[in-house]
C-alpha cells in the first residue's frame, strides 16, 4: 500500500504551530490582565465605584455604611484646575470624605488624614509639595489661606488610577470651587462613592443597587481596565486572530484527513471485510484525529513556552493564567471537530467499494473532498493579512520617517510644560541669546505660534508656526514638494510659507501649491514647500510654517530648536538648559524638553512588538495554507504517478513534471493571493479606524501579495512534484498499478 | 448453506448503468469446495462481494447460513463477516502497517477478543500455515507467498464456517500456489465451505465443482468429481 501523503507529521505542525500562536497570544493577555489585577489589589479587589445620575450626599454615604454587605464608604467630589486669583501655582483640586485615603489606601508621607470636623485644610500630592516647597516639610503652612496637614506618599507612575493624585491636592468635601478656604458649601459634595465590600463584592453591589435605586457600580478592576483600552483590545485581537488560525488548523488537518481517508479506503475496506463495521471505522479516524491533535496541542504548548522564554520582545510580560488551561481542551475539540467529516466518510464507503478504490484511478474518481478549497481558504486569509501586515509596517515606517528630517539625540525642542503645578513660563525670542551661548549648544531657532484665520481652508482658524534664523540648518522637515525656506527669506522675512500636505490638498483642490498664494492676516504668501502634516512645532500640530519676521510682535507662544555641538553630551546640555531657564524664570515651572528622535524610536519598538506579534500570524497563515496546498498536490501527483510514468517513458523530461505540479499549485494560490488582496484592501478602513493614526494604505504593495502566492505555489506544488519527478519512468508505472 | 435466487447486480456510472450480476441462481452446500470460472468483467468478484456481504444485490435474495441476509443492519452483517466468513485476496489486502500477527489478529480484534487472546490465537492461525517465526514482519518484508499465506491465516483465525477468495493465486509462482491450494485444501477437509474466483487450472484440480459465469450469468457447471457438465444449464443461457 502507499503510505498517505497526507502525513501525520503535517498534521502534527498545523496543530502545533496553531496552539503555540494560542499560547502566547493567551499569555500576553494574560500578562496584562494579570499586571492589572496587581494594580486592583494594592487597593483591595473588593473596593467599587459607585455612580449616579446626580450628585451624592452624606446621607447617601450613612445610608451605605449601614448595610451589612458594606465595609466601608468613602466620598470623592468633583475636582476643578486653574490658575487662583494672585497665585503662581496651576492646581487641581479634588474634595473628598474625610475617611477618602482610608478607602483608597492613600499612605501619607507627613501630616495626618481628615477628621469630620476638619475644615479649610489641604492635604498635598507629592508632586505638588516637591514643586512649591522642595525638600521642606510644608506641614503646618498655609496653601490659599487652607492650612496644609499632610502629604500624600508618591504614588508610583504605573498606577494608572490613582498617580494623577501626586499632582494634585486633597481638600475636605464641600470646599466649594473658589477657594480651599470656603468649606463646607454644598450639600451634596460627592459625584462618586468608594464602596468597600464585607464579603462578597456581587452581593455588595447588588445591595448597593438596591439601597441607591438608579445607582450603577464599577469594581476597582474594571476602573484599571480602562486605563489600559489599547492594549487589551490589541490583545483581544490578537486572542481572536490566534482562534481564528486554530479554526483555520482545523481546517487544514480535515483536509489532510479527507485526503488520508480516500488514500487508506483500500484500507477501510479491508477492516470492513474482516468485520469492522461503521461505527469502528468511525471511531478510528475520529480518534485518530484527536490524539493527532492532541499531540499537536502538547507540542504546540511546549513550543509556545519556549518562544516565550526565549524571544521576550514578543511577550515580555507573558504569564500563565487559568486561561491556558482551556487550551489543550480546545484543540482536542478542534481535532475531534476537524475529524468529523473525514470519519464519517470513511464510515459510508461501502467494504466493496472501499476495496475497489484501490485502484488508484478508482480514488481519482471518488474525489479530492474540499482539500482545495480548505488550502485556498488559508491562502485567502493568510494573503488578507500579509497586506494589511505589510501596510501597516511600510506605511507606518514612511509615517515616522517623514515625520522629521534629519533627526538624531542631538536635536530636540524646548518648549513650556503644557501641564505643570507651577505656572509655565512665557518664553519668549529675548531667551534665544542666552541659549545660543550656552555650552555645548550649536545652534538654537526661535519659533513664534498663533493660530490665524486663512482663507480657503476648511476651519475658522489655522496654527501658523513662526522660524527664526538657523532653521534652515537644522533640516528638521521632510519636504514632500517643493523647498524649503532659505536663510535669506528668514533674514528678510520674506513672504513666503511651507504648507502642510492635507491643507495644502484642501485649499488648492489637487492643483501643484507650489507658486500658489495664501493670504495672513492680509498679506499674501507664496507657498514654496509642502511638508508632511503630522508634525508638531512647539505646541501647536503646525499647519503653516513662515519667516519668524513676518509676524514679529505677533506671535503667541514661544519654543526653540537646539542642536548640541557632537562633542557635548545631550543629556548634559538638557540639563543646563533646564537650569537656564529657571534661572530666568525662577518662579515658574521647569521647561518641558522634547526629543524627536527619542519620540520615534518609542513609536518604532512599538510598531516593531505589534508587526511581530502580527508576522507570526500570518506567518502561520502561510504555512498552513503551504501545508494543505502541499498535501492535495502531493496526493493529486500520487493519482497521478502511473501517469508521470507513461508520460515519463513517452519523453517528458522532469521539468515538464516538476512543472505540472506547479502549475496545479499556482491554480490554487493565485486565484486565493487576489482574493486575499481584495479582502485585505475592505479591511484597510477597519483598520485605520482601529489604529487611528496611521497613514493611507496604499497598492503599492499589492505586488508582494502576488510574489508570495506565487512563491507559496512553487514551493508548495514545485516540492512533492519533484520528488515524483525523481522516480524512472519504469518505478513510477509500477507504483502506480499498485 | 449458500443460497442466491435470481440475484441482480447493477452499477450505475453516471447516466450508464451496468448489469454485473444478472438473475444468479445458486446453492451452495456446506464443506463445498467451489470455484466460479469466468473472464474479466464477467461477475465473479461482484458474485463473492454479494456472498461475503460486502455488497449488497440490485434485486433478488440472498439466504446465509439458512438465514435471509436482505435488510441485515450494518452492525449485523458486519458480525457475520467478521465471525463467520474469511476472505482472500489476490492482492492479499494486508495492512502495510501492521505486523503479519497483527494483521491475523485483526478480525479477532473487531470481535471484541482481548490482547492477549488475540495475539495467541494469531500465532496459532500463523502455525498452521507455517508462518509463526514471521510474525513479527511487517507485509513489506514478507515474499508474496508468504503474504498470501498471512492472508489465508487471517481468514481461519475466527474459524469460519465460509472461506471465499478471490484469485488467491493470482499473484503467486507456481509453487507458492500449490502451498496455498494445500491449506485451502486442508481448510476445506476440517469442515470450511470454500468459493474461489479464479482462472487458475491448479485451483479448478482442487474443486468438487465448477461455474462457468460469462457476463453476469452461469453458464456453464463442471462437478469433475462426479462426472459430466450439466447440459440443461448450458441451455438456459439467452441466446
Known amino acids: 500500500m502507499n503510505r498517505s501523503p497526507s502525513g501525520r507529521g503535517l498534521i502534527l505542525i498545523a496543530v502545533a504551530l496553531a496552539t503555540a500562536v494560542l499560547w502566547i497570544s493567551l499569555g500576553v493577555r494574560e500578562g496584562l490582565e494579570a499586571e492589572i489585577r496587581a494594580l486592583a489589589d494594592r487597593i483591595g479587589a473588593n473596593l467599587f465605584y459607585v455612580h449616579a445620575e446626580g450628585d451624592f450626599g452624606e446621607d447617601d454615604l450613612a445610608r451605605l455604611a449601614n448595610l451589612a454587605e458594606v465595609a466601608g464608604v468613602a466620598g470623592e467630589g468633583t475636582y476643578s484646575t486653574g490658575y487662583f486669583p494672585g497665585q503662581t501655582y496651576n492646581i487641581t483640586r479634588l474634595e473628598v470624605s474625610s475617611n477618602y485615603l482610608n478607602a483608597f489606601q492613600l499612605p501619607l508621607a507627613a501630616g495626618r488624614s481628615f477628621t469630620p470636623q476638619d475644615k479649610a485644610v489641604v492635604i498635598l500630592g507629592w508632586e505638588v509639595k516637591e514643586a512649591i516647597f522642595g525638600e521642606a516639610n510644608p506641614v503646618g503652612q498655609t496653601l490659599d489661606g487652607a492650612e496644609i496637614i499632610g502629604v500624600l506618599a508618591q504614588i508610583p507612575s504605573d498606577d494608572e488610577l490613582r498617580r494623577r493624585l501626586n499632582n494634585w491636592v486633597l481638600v475636605p468635601a464641600g470646599s466649594g470651587p473658589k477657594s480651599f478656604a470656603q468649606a463646607g458649601s454644598s450639600e451634596r459634595p460627592y459625584g462618586a462613592l468608594l464602596v468597600r465590600a464585607r464579603g462578597d463584592t456581587r452581593r455588595a453591589q447588588s445591595a448597593v443597587m438596591r439601597a441607591l435605586p438608579g445607582a450603577t457600580t464599577t469594581p476597582i478592576s474594571k476602573r484599571y481596565q480602562m486605563y489600559f483600552h489599547t492594549e487589551r483590545t490589541t490583545n483581544r485581537l490578537l486572542v481572536i486572530s490566534s482562534l481564528v488560525m486554530l479554526v483555520l488548523a482545523g481546517t487544514v488537518v480535515a483536509g489532510l484527513l479527507s485526503l488520508s481517508v480516500m488514500n487508506r479506503s483500500w484500507e477501510i475496506g479491508v477492516r470492513r471485510t474482516v468485520g469492522a463495521t461503521t461505527q469502528d471505522i468511525l471511531r478510528l479516524f475520529l480518534v485518530e484525529g484527536v490524539w493527532l491533535a492532541g499531540a499537536g496541542g502538547i507540542a504546540g504548548i511546549c513550543l509556545g513556552e519556549l518562544v516565550l522564554f526565549l524571544a521576550p520582545s514578543i511577550g515580555d510580560s507573558a504569564s500563565i493564567g487559568a486561561v491556558h488551561a482551556l487550551v489543550l481542551p480546545l484543540t482536542l475539540t478542534v481535532g475531534l471537530l476537524a475529524s468529523l467529516h473525514p470519519s464519517w466518510q470513511a464510515a459510508r464507503i461501502s ?96 519659533s513664534g505660534s498663533r493660530t490665524v484665520p486663512i482663507k480657503g481652508t476648511n476651519s475658522p482658524g489655522t496654527s501658523v508656526e513662526g522660524v527664526g534664523e538657523g532653521w534652515e540648518g537644522l533640516g528638521l522637515l521632510n519636504i514632500e514638494q517643493g523647498r524649503d525656506l532659505s536663510a535669506p527669506e528668514i533674514t528678510e522675512g520674506e513672504k513666503v510659507a511651507l504648507v502642510a500636505k492635507g491643507l495644502a490638498s484642501t485649499m488648492f483642490k489637487g492643483a501643484d501649491p507650489i507658486g ?23 505646541t501647536l500640530r503646525a499647519q503653516v510654517i513662515v519667516p519668524y519676521q513676518c509676524l514679529e510682535g505677533l506671535w503667541f507662544y514661544h519654543c526653540f530648536f537646539v542642536h548640541t555641538d557632537s562633542e557635548a553630551e545631550p543629556g548634559e546640555v538638557r540639563a543646563a538648559i533646564v537650569d537656564l531657564f529657571q534661572g530666568i524664570y525662577p518662579d515658574k515651572a521647569k521647561v518641558e524638553i522634547v526629543a524627536p528622535a527619542a519620540q520615534v524610536a518609542e513609536w518604532r519598538q512599538t510598531l516593531t512588538a505589534t508587526a511581530n506579534r502580527l508576522g507570526i500570524l500570518v506567518g502561520l497563515g502561510l504555512l498552513l495554507g503551504a501545508i494543505g496546498v502541499f498535501n492535495l498536490i502531493s496526493f493529486l501527483l500520487l493519482l497521478r504517478t502511473r501517469e508521470l510514468g507513461i508520460r515519463r517513458a513517452a519523453g517528458a523530461t522532469r521539468n515538464r513534471i516538476v512543472t505540472l505540479g506547479v502549475v496545479e499549485a499556482l491554480k490554487i494560490t493565485v486565484p486565493a493571493g487576489l482574493i486575499g488582496l481584495s479582502l485585505g484592501l475592505a479591511g484597510t478602513g477597519p483598520l485605520q479606524r482601529f489604529l487611528g493614526q496611521l497613514p493611507s494604505l496604499s497598492w503599492n504593495w499589492a505586488w508582494i501579495i502576488v510574489a508570495t502566492a506565487i512563491g507559496v505555489g512553487l514551493l508548495a506544488g514545485g516540492w512533492p512534484a519533484w520528488r515524483v519527478s525523481r522516480l524512472s519512468p519504469a518505478e513510477a508505472m509500477r507504483r502506480g498499478k499498485r | 448453506m449458500i443460497e442466491l435466487q435470481n440475484v441482480h447486480k447493477i452499477y450505475v456510472k453516471g447516466r450508464v448503468k451496468v448489469p454485473a450480476l444478472r438473475g444468479v441462481n445458486l446453492n451452495v452446500t456446506e464443506q463445498e469446495f467451489l470455484v466460479v470460472q469466468g473472464p474479466s468483467g464477467s461477475g465473479k468478484s461482484t458474485l463473492l462481494n454479494i456472498i461475503g456481504l460486502l455488497d449488497e444485490p440490485t434485486d433478488g435474495r440472498l439466504r446465509l447460513f439458512g438465514e435471509p441476509t436482505q435488510g441485515l443492519p450494518d452492525r449485523e452483517r458486519s458480525r457475520l463477516r467478521g465471525r463467520s466468513i474469511g476472505f482472500v485476496f489476490q492482492s492479499f489486502n494486508l495492512i502495510s502497517h501492521l505486523r503479519a500477527w497483527e494483521n491475523v489478529a485483526l478480525p479477532l480484534y473487531y470481535a471484541g477478543v482481548g490482547r492477549a487472546e488475540r495475539h495467541q490465537r494469531a500465532i496459532t492461525a500463523l502455525k498452521q500455515v507455517g508462518l509463526s517465526e514471521r510474525a513479527e514482519h511487517l507485509p513489506a518484508e514478507l515474499s508474496g507467498g508468504e503474504e498470501q499465506r498471512v492472508a489465508i491465516a487471517r481468514a481461519l483465525v475466527i474459524g469460519p464456517k465460509l472461506i471465499l477468495a478471490d484469485e488467491p493465486t493470482g499473484n503467486l509462482d507456481s509453487e507458492s500456489s500449490l502451498d496455498v491450494m494445500k491449506e485451502f485444501s486442508h481448510l476445506n477437509k476440517e469442515g470450511a465451505t470454500l468459493l474461489i474466483a479464479t482462472h487458475d487450472p491448479l485451483v479448478t484440480s482442487f474443486a468438487e465443482r465448477i461455474l462457468a459465469l460469462r457476463d453476469g450469468q452461469i453458464v456453464d457447471e463442471v462437478s469433475p468429481n462426479r462426472g459430466e457438465p450439466r447440459a440443461t444449464l448450458r441451455d438456459d443461457v439467452p441466446s
Not at chain 1, 493568510?382 to 501596510?391: D, Q, R, T, V, Y
Request: aromatic fraction near 6%; proline fraction near 5%.
Open chain 1, 516 to 538: 500658489q498664494r495664501l493670504n495672513i492676516r492680509n498679506a499674501p504668501y507664496t507657498v514654496v514647500g509642502v511638508f508632511n502634516d503630522n508634525v508638531v512645532l512647539g
Open chain 1, 351 to 446: 467494504p466493496a467499494r472501499a476495496l475497489s478504490l484501490r485502484t488508484l484511478e478508482g480514488r481519482r474518481r471518488y474525489g479530492i473532498g474540499g482539500g482545495r478549497l480548505i488550502a485556498a481558504l488559508a491562502v485567502i486569509i493568510a494573503s488578507s493579512g500579509l497586506f494589511l501586515l505589510i501596510n501597516l509596517v511600510v506605511s507606518s515606517q514612511q509615517s515616522l520617517t517623514s515625520l522629521w528630517g534629519s533627526i538624531d539625540e542631538r536635536t530636540f525642542l524646548v518648549q513650556s510644560p503644557r501641564q505643570s503645578i507651577l505656572a509655565a513660563p512665557d518664553l519668549s525670542a529675548r531667551d534665544l541669546p542666552s541659549l545660543q551661548v550656552l555650552p555645548g549648544v550649536e545652534a538654537a531657532v526661535v
